[in-house]
């Protein structure tokens, strides 16, 4: 079982940054596909970044293009979200996840492991 621990959330001012983390435990993160995604109050979870096993490979939602990116270092078992230019629909609960397989997929229903979430805010 992998288990997925998301950290780095806070509340920020628009514009600011931030750079969330997670840390993966239980098997070898290098065979898995990662991604980030957010849901805000009373929204679906949505897909913001994704990223290949080997970190070849990177996918963002429209919305975060430019401002967002997603990278990982497989000998940490990590991936992590830097998150740049920041804007008050930001705000959001950030889920890290991780499925096997060879493609990034945007789907919430293709990952397999789930984090518990970290929350940022950011204020106007």
């Known amino acids: 079982q992998l288990q997925l621990v998301e950290s780095g959330g806070a509340l920020v001012q628009a514009g600011g940054s931030l750079r969330l983390s997670c840390a993966a435990s239980?098997?070898?993160?290098?065979?898995?596909?990662g991604a980030w995604f957010r849901q805000a109050p009373g929204e679906e979870r949505a897909f913001v970044a994704g990223?290949?096993?080997?970190?070849?490979?990177?996918t963002y939602a429209d919305s975060v293009k430019g401002r967002f990116a997603i990278s990982r270092d497989n000998a940490m078992n990590s991936v992590y979200l830097q998150m740049n230019s920041l804007k008050p629909e930001d705000t959001a609960v950030y889920y890290c996840?991780?499925?096997?397989?060879?493609?990034?997929?945007?789907?919430?229903?293709?990952?397999?492991?789930w984090g518990q979430g970290t929350q940022v805010t950011v204020s106007s």
């Open positions: 996840a991780a499925r096997s397989g060879s493609l990034v997929h945007t789907a919430a229903a293709e990952y397999t492991y």
């Open positions: 990223i290949s096993w080997s970190g070849g490979t990177t």
């Open positions: 239980g098997r070898t993160f290098a065979n898995y596909d």
